[in-house]
């Protein structure tokens, strides 16, 4: 199994980043998939989530109306969009992949993980 997280990088308060997720080695159309970030210092913390089917996402409320996260089945690939994107969304930013049939809001609801892309944003 494999999550390979990217599109990660530094930049300025306002700006914009997509962050893919590639996976591989497990069935990614019966998985729900989450990102979550992780500040220094501070514990991981839940961003966003998509169902297996994509039918329903749900956000972080400190994201809500700035994030979007999709995913594409044939590419087995899940998508965090990051706009409008100010400091304290500085963190590492980790996707996993979840068989939990519900709302999965914590980390110990997912199975797999990825090993984190860095997203800094400067005042």
């Known amino acids: 199994v494999q999550l390979q997280a990217s599109g990660g990088g530094l930049v300025q308060a306002g700006g914009s980043l997509r962050l893919s997720c590639a996976t591989s080695?497990?069935?990614?159309?019966?998985?729900?998939m989450g990102w979550f970030r992780q500040a220094p210092g501070k514990e991981r913390e839940f961003v966003s989530h998509?169902?297996?089917?994509?039918?329903?996402?749900h956000y972080a409320g400190s994201v809500e109306g700035r994030f979007t996260i999709s995913r594409d089945s044939a590419k087995s690939t899940v998508y965090l969009q990051m706009n409008n994107l100010i400091p304290e969304d500085t963190a590492v930013y980790y996707c996993?992949?979840?068989?939990?049939?519900?709302?999965?809001?914590?980390?110990?609801?997912?199975?797999?993980w990825g090993q984190g892309t860095q997203v800094t944003v400067s005042s």
């Open positions: 080695g497990f069935f990614f159309g019966s998985y729900a």
């Open positions: 998509v169902s297996w089917n994509g039918a329903s996402t």
């Open positions: 996993a992949a979840s068989r939990f049939t519900g709302l999965a809001l914590r980390a110990y609801d997912y199975d797999f």
